[in-house]
């Protein structure tokens, strides 16, 4: 059986742990011994004998011989908003493919990451739960098929996430834009964000998930207040992520085999299995 090796970025991040668990269990995977971190982290070998190493200790020579010694290497990234277009200008440019979970940073510059004639691929998405990304298809459907079905109705999106998560939910920021198609004026601005955790006890958030989670709830009311409808997607803890994340992985995998060069694929593009 051929191996995908994977290299991290974002280690000792708990969603990079995450994944680094469930693809090291997994003999379809090889984890290679080295993993990029943040520079607050102290470049050492951790508790799993991956030796962690700051991204600007890089270099590119370094980085094509991890490609020649393992083929097929693709860079599993969950690390910091603030790192993502020059992690992405990093993988580009060392011709890596890569898998990046991390939200945050330009996102309409991310996307154009492969414009020009470049020879890896990625899978970027905000999110990895491969059921709420069918949801959110679900809602782009609605958006795209019946545009102002909601109109004169208003929004509230309130998003919960574990302490840590800075930056606001990419997958409800994704949602604005459909519900603005679907008639109602809404602001990424507007989204009620929750890090309090004594807030998420009384929001019915198991104690145990505090530190990993994502619970989200969409409710549109009619202006007169005699409709309303509610949409809730709860996730406790990261491993419904890191499933997604692999699948993701596979499926890249698969896409640069099949000959694709300098596209950028969306967890959809994984659901659907389509290269």
Not at 56 to 67: C, G, V, Y
Not at 173 to 189: C, Q, R, S, T, W
Request: aromatic fraction near 10%; charged fraction near 20%; include cysteine.
């Amino acid at each position: 059986m051929q191996r995908t090796f994977v290299v991290f970025s974002g280690l000792p991040g708990k969603m990079a742990t995450e994944v680094f668990h469930l693809l090291q269990a997994d003999e379809r995977f090889g984890v290679i011994p080295f993993a990029l971190t943040g520079k607050e982290i102290t470049p050492e070998v951790n508790d799993d004998g991956i030796q962690l190493i700051h991204a600007d200790a890089i270099t590119p020579t370094w980085w094509k011989s991890l490609r020649d010694q393992y083929p097929g290497l693709i860079v599993i990234d969950f690390t910091h908003p603030n790192a993502v277009n020059l992690n992405a200008e990093m993988y580009q440019k060392n011709k890596l493919n890569f898998v990046m979970g991390t939200t945050g940073g330009n996102r309409d510059l991310l996307a154009h990451i492969f414009d020009g004639e470049f020879d890896n691929c990625a899978v970027i998405a905000p999110n990895m739960a491969k059921q709420v990304v069918m949801f959110q298809a679900m809602m782009q459907f609605a958006a795209e098929n019946f545009p102002n079905a909601f109109a004169g109705y208003t929004l509230e999106i309130t998003e919960s996430h574990q302490t840590g998560k800075k930056d606001t939910s990419g997958t409800a920021k994704a949602m604005v834009e459909y519900f603005n198609a679907l008639g109602i004026p809404f602001g990424v601005d507007q989204i009620i964000m929750v890090r309090d955790p004594e807030k998420q006890l009384e929001m019915g958030i198991p104690e145990n998930a505090l530190g990993g989670h994502g619970f989200h709830t969409y409710t549109a009311k009619s202006a007169d207040g005699n409709v309303l409808f509610q949409f809730t997607h709860n996730v406790c803890g990261r491993s419904n992520y890191a499933q997604g994340t692999r699948d993701a992985v596979l499926f890249l995998r698969k896409a640069v085999d099949s000959g694709v060069k300098g596209r950028i694929f969306s967890m959809k593009d994984v659901l659907k299995g389509n290269v």
